[in-house]
């Protein structure tokens, strides 16, 4: 399947699409990846042994998921999604690619992204996802309280695509969850040095996983359902 029929940017315009500017800029939409391209996607996402966002790389991702991440960092389509958050030009911003295969209870504290991110978009890819709010997104308006949603949660499952503007109270977080929980993310970076920096922190964490796997799922495994953190 061609890049360009992965992600339309006509699709953002279903009448379901939720766009806000208040208390932070963002758009949630849904049934943005086609049907007949789920079983590709899912068999291209790349199997990592360790739970957490991981940098892109192309070697590991089979053709459908190599293509999806073309049509979301294409310029075009950058700027078409920042328009709608009153961002101009936000093509122009180098990218940072990751992606997520699944977690641990310890991620999803309550942030706002660092100061070095202009907008960030999630791509959902899990076929299905289970009954409870257990590792679903929340956009709030408090650091402090998970429960403050200034819009419906998100369910991480096929096609949701949310983007929203970095600002100082860029809240979102979800309750602890741990298992599978496939999602590409994208940052928009104010640099190429925040990049590099960003990448090569990246390539750290996972080799630490790597050799001590366990001692990741245990760290925090317990914490409350409001931690968060600032980046």
């Known amino acids: 399947?061609?890049?360009?029929?992965?992600?339309?940017?006509?699709?953002?315009?279903r009448p379901d699409t939720l766009v806000r500017t208040d208390p932070f800029p963002f758009l949630i939409a849904h049934g943005q990846l086609p049907e007949e391209a789920r079983a590709d996607l899912e068999r291209?996402?790349?199997?990592?042994?360790?739970?957490?966002?991981?940098?892109?790389?192309e070697k590991e991702c089979g053709a459908s998921v190599r293509a999806l991440v073309a049509a979301v960092t294409a310029p075009a389509f950058a700027s078409v999604v920042g328009a709608k958050l009153g961002i101009d030009n936000l093509g122009q911003y180098p990218t940072l690619v990751s992606l997520c295969g699944s977690m641990n209870r310890r991620h999803g504290t309550i942030h706002t992204?660092?100061?070095?991110?202009v907008a960030t978009v999630l791509i959902y890819l899990n076929a299905s996802w289970h009954d409870t709010s257990d590792g679903c997104l929340r956009l709030l308006s408090k650091i402090d309280d998970i429960d403050a949603m200034i819009a419906p949660e998100i369910k991480p499952l096929y096609g949701e695509?949310?983007?929203?503007?970095?600002?100082?109270?860029?809240?979102h977080g979800h309750l602890p969850y741990a298992g599978e929980r496939r999602v590409i993310?994208?940052?928009?970076?104010?640099?190429?040095e925040e990049k590099l920096r960003k990448t090569q922190r990246g390539i750290t964490t996972r080799f630490f996983k790597k050799i001590a796997g366990g001692l990741?799922?245990?760290?925090?495994?317990?914490?409350?359902?409001?931690?968060?953190?600032?980046?």
């Open 44 to 57: 291209d996402f790349p199997h990592y042994a360790e739970a957490g966002f991981f940098p892109y790389a």
């Open 161 to 171: 695509f949310v983007i929203f503007k970095r600002t100082d109270n860029s809240f």
């Open 113 to 117: 992204d660092s100061k070095s991110k």
């Open 185 to 192: 993310q994208v940052a928009w970076l104010t640099s190429e």
């Open 1 to 13: 399947m061609l890049a360009a029929t992965l992600l339309d940017p006509a699709r953002l315009d």
């Open 216 to 231: 990741d799922r245990k760290f925090g495994a317990g914490r409350d359902r409001n931690a968060a953190h600032r980046d």
